[in-house]
């Protein structure tokens, strides 16, 4: 059969293929032999490669033998589909080995998925020209996996304030497909920050596909806008046969705060003392003006607030203020130095309305013996007088021994 004849003849066969609904009793000629998935169970967001050869099974030469792939979503357009010209396949011949590979998006959920393989050819019958196919699926299983995500939230306005301690919750989220187990989560570097919690790993032993927990950490910003946490994760696909590792960063901002310094003024009250004053000095050091602040003392016995309270309009960044508190000391109290805690509640221009921040300072206040600086000047007094009585009488016998020794030379 020459050149033209052969093109006559597949002009033919792409004008019978038109033909909607046309079948033959050639379909189906051809088989695939010697079929291999690699890897199986294929990995969603990975590869796969197949690899085939095609048998004709019947006593016809097939023409003209054109190989084409298509697969359903979300396999369709994962990759290009390309196509081969085998041309002549003759009976009972096996073809060369033919190889695709497809990516698989990684938002594929498990489950089994077809990629159908189909060849045209036409046949040479004794009715003439036949155009025929042949449909050859290949199915096999993809396994998503889960997929562990830790970000950090907290209940307050910003998720962080330079210069204070305060305690975020590490999210772990499962954002893939099935349960994630034996899920292992420690902490590592920390940028702008210091890591306060004693403990900074945490394990839970399934997280379903969805799911989330959370764990607390205590941390304290540095005076930066910008922070992370540095967290290892490593996990189990749900069957508990493909382990999982990932490094991530935890971004955190931190926003400016206002942050106080306080020193005392004075000397501390006696035992006994009621109503006098203990005054402090506050000081803001922080990066941010505080409003509305409102100081509070707490004491123990043998110290009782009077006047506990103290208020400051504003107090900006590197502005003081003195602050003095009424205080009431116990009788029956020990000298001693006795903790005191002052706590602070403030506003800030760049929290929410309603949003009130606090912090806390502890100090030790001296209380001395009633007798101390008291004491101490009664009994000068009375050395003094003590002092002055002998001098008087000195001073009286020094004159009546004089005026008898007047009296004597007279005589």
């Not at 996996?145 to 772990?172: C, F």
């Not at 020193?263 to 000081?283: C, E, H, K, M, N």
């Not at 208020?311 to 203020?321: D, F, R």
Request: hydrophobic letters at 40%; charged letters at 10%; aromatic letters at 10%.
């Amino acid at each position: 059969m020459n050149t033209k004849t052969i093109l006559l003849a597949f002009a033919a066969v792409a004008m019978l293929s038109t033909m909607a609904g046309a079948q033959s009793v050639y379909d189906n000629s051809l088989s695939l032999v010697n079929v291999s998935v690699s890897p199986n169970p294929v990995t969603a967001g990975g590869n796969v490669m197949i690899r085939f050869q095609m048998y004709n099974g019947y006593d016809n030469w097939l023409y003209g033998t054109v190989l084409q792939a298509s697969g359903t979503y979300p396999l369709l357009n994962a990759s290009p589909l390309s196509g081969y010209k085998i041309g002549v396949i003759n009976p009972g011949e096996t073809t060369g080995h033919y190889n695709y590979t497809f990516a698989i998006p990684d938002t594929t959920p498990s489950g089994t998925y077809t990629v159908d393989f189909s060849a045209s050819y036409f046949v040479y019958a004794a009715t003439g020209t036949e155009v025929a196919s042949s449909a050859l699926p290949i199915s096999f299983y993809v396994q998503n996996r889960p997929a562990i995500k830790v970000v950090a939230s907290s209940p307050q306005g910003s998720t962080l304030y330079a210069g204070h301690n305060q305690t975020i919750d590490l999210v772990v989220q499962n954002t893939g497909y099935g349960a994630a187990k034996n899920v292992s989560i420690t902490v590592g570097r920390a940028t702008g920050l210091n890591i306060l919690s004693s403990v900074t790993s945490f394990y839970a032993q399934d997280i379903p596909e969805g799911a989330a927990v959370s764990e607390p950490l205590l941390v304290g910003a540095k005076n930066v806008s910008n922070t992370s946490l540095t967290v290892n994760v490593t996990y189990y696909s749900s069957t508990l046969k493909r382990s999982y590792s990932t490094s991530q960063q935890v971004n955190l901002s931190v926003a400016p705060a206002a942050e106080f310094a306080i020193s005392s003024l004075g000397y501390g009250p006696s035992v006994g003392a009621t109503d006098v004053p203990l005054s402090f000095r506050i000081t803001n050091t922080g990066t941010s003006a505080a409003t509305q602040v409102q100081v509070s003392l707490e004491s123990p016995y043998p110290i009782t607030p009077v006047a506990g309270t103290a208020y400051i309009e504003n107090l900006g960044p590197g502005a003081s203020a003195n602050m003095t508190f009424m205080v009431s000391i116990d009788s029956s109290g020990v000298p001693g130095n006795y903790p005191v805690t002052l706590t602070e509640q403030w506003k800030q221009p760049n929290g929410a309305v309603n949003q009130q921040y606090s912090g806390s300072n502890n100090y030790y206040v001296p209380v001395i013996a009633a007798s101390g600086i008291g004491g101490m000047a009664e009994d000068a007094i009375v050395v003094l007088i003590v002092i002055v009585a002998a001098a008087v009488l000195v001073r009286r016998r020094s004159r009546r021994n004089s005026g008898k020794s007047d009296k004597k030379e007279k005589k």
